[in-house]
Structure formats: structure tokens, C-alpha cells
T-cell receptor, first 116, second 114 residues
Framework: DTGVSQNPRHKITKRGQNVTFRCDPI?????LYWYRQTLGQGPEFLTY????????KSRLLSDRFSAERPKGSFSTLEIQRTEQGDSAMYLC??????????????FGQGTRLTVV | AQSVTQLGSHVSVSEGALVLLRCNYS??????LFWYVQYPNQGLQLLLK??????LVKGINGFEAEFKKSETSFHLTKPSAHMSDAAEYFC????????????FGQGTRLTINP
């Protein structure tokens, strides 16, 4: 396994279009996280899954954002009706907690979205 | 709510000099603290983490950090900087145990001068 994989690496879209990003976590990791990182800022938590269950989505930025993990493996993040302010790096991470402890989350290389 | 403050958005040191990146946190519960490094156009790589065991934590690439509860600090240090250390560094606190629901600081860009 080569780590967390995100596709595409770069996406340029016109304002108003819908975009979807994919994240493939490390195979045995049951937790998957989405973050957004804007230029010059630290990553901002969006949502996370344990297996196929979305345990928190209150941090999703608006109702234009949605995420799924239908079979508890890969996940998708969709942004509808994109706006220029959605331009950012979208990061995915996965982890496998052991005994309730905070084990390391492994991050993918991210998808850089540019809305023009 | 938990928060992280990184003092200094840019730090510049000479090769071979001490690296000190500052991080202060705010948390109403015992925190889990992390330092991540990010190279250009890359994801984040974990340098080290504090999970209530030893207060002095050693990480990869010669970095270490000390948890000081009285100062609510978790500063990152390295005795001797290498050119390859040039990157963006993020301090983060985990809101809940067992999940990497992280709150990040704004980052510190480290520049190494030859």
C-alpha cells in the first residue's frame, strides 16, 4: 500500500460547476477525514467517517458541500455550484485508532481546486 | 473550543543553527498535540505527537518538542538546522480522543540560510 491517494491532484473549474474529488485511504484504516486548506492557512477540518458512517458533518462549509463513503473504503467530496472562494487545497487523511488512542493520521497529497 | 497559536509566521535560521518554532494551545481537556511538516504542493507528514506519556517527545528528522502544561506550550526544536528542513510547519491539537479531528495553527514557514 502506498498511502492515502487523492484524485485528481489538480482541478480547474468554472464558477457554478460541480466538482467531485476522490480519496482512497490506506486499506486497513477505518477512519477517513476531509480538510480544506486555503493559501497561507492551516488545514481546516470539514468532516470524518468511521467506516461508512459520517460521524460529523457540521463543519462542512455550506450545504453545497457533501461527502460520502458508501462502502467504508474510498470517499468522495462534492462541491456543487462552485464559487471562487472554494479555491483551496482539499486534503484527505485516514487513521486506524487502537484502543481509543489517537494514532497517527496519514495525509494524502491533496487536490488543489481553482475556481475561475 | 480548542485552539492553537503559532508565534511567527516566518522563521529564518542559518544552516547548523538551532531551530525553535513556537506553539501555544488552548484546551479545556487534556490535549493531544501534534507537529506536522508540509513541503510545497504536498500533504502533511507527522513529525511527532504528545499523547500524555513523556512530556519531551522525540520525532523524526531530529526534531523534538516539550509539552509544558503550565505554559500551555508545545514548542518544536531541532539542535542543528539542515537545508532540507525548509518547509511549512503546523502545530495541531486533537479535539477528541481516538480521532484525528485536528485543529491546526496557521503554520510557520521555516527558511534555512546557507
Amino acid at each position: 500500500d502506498t498511502g492515502v491517494s487523492q484524485n485528481p491532484r489538480h482541478k480547474i473549474t468554472k464558477r457554478g460547476q460541480n466538482v467531485t474529488f476522490r480519496c482512497d485511504p490506506i486499506s486497513e484504516h477505518n477512519r477517513l477525514y476531509w480538510y480544506r486548506q486555503t493559501l497561507g492557512q492551516g488545514p481546516e477540518f470539514l468532516t470524518y467517517f468511521q467506516n461508512e458512517a459520517q460521524l460529523e458533518k457540521s463543519r462542512l462549509l455550506s450545504d453545497r458541500f457533501s461527502a460520502e463513503r458508501p462502502k467504508g473504503s474510498f470517499s468522495t467530496l462534492e462541491i456543487q455550484r462552485t464559487e471562487q472562494g472554494d479555491s483551496a487545497m482539499y486534503l484527505c487523511a485516514s487513521s486506524f485508532p487502537r484502543g481509543g488512542m489517537n494514532t497517527e493520521a496519514f495525509f494524502g497529497q491533496g487536490t488543489r481546486l481553482t475556481v475561475v | 473550543a480548542q485552539s492553537v497559536t503559532q508565534l511567527g509566521s516566518h522563521v529564518s535560521v542559518s544552516e547548523g543553527a538551532l531551530v525553535l518554532l513556537r506553539c501555544n494551545y488552548s484546551s479545556s481537556v487534556p490535549p493531544y498535540l501534534f507537529w506536522y511538516v508540509q513541503y510545497p504542493n504536498q500533504g502533511l507528514q507527522l513529525l511527532l505527537k504528545y499523547t500524555s506519556a513523556a512530556t519531551l517527545v522525540k520525532g523524526i528528522n531530529g526534531f523534538e518538542a516539550e509539552f509544558k502544561k503550565s505554559e500551555t506550550s508545545f514548542h518544536l526544536t531541532k539542535p542543528s538546522a539542515h537545508m532540507s528542513d525548509a518547509a511549512e510547519y503546523f502545530c495541531a491539537v486533537s479535539e477528541i480522543q481516538g480521532a484525528q479531528k485536528l485543529v491546526f495553527g496557521q503554520g510557520t514557514r521555516l527558511t534555512i540560510n546557507p
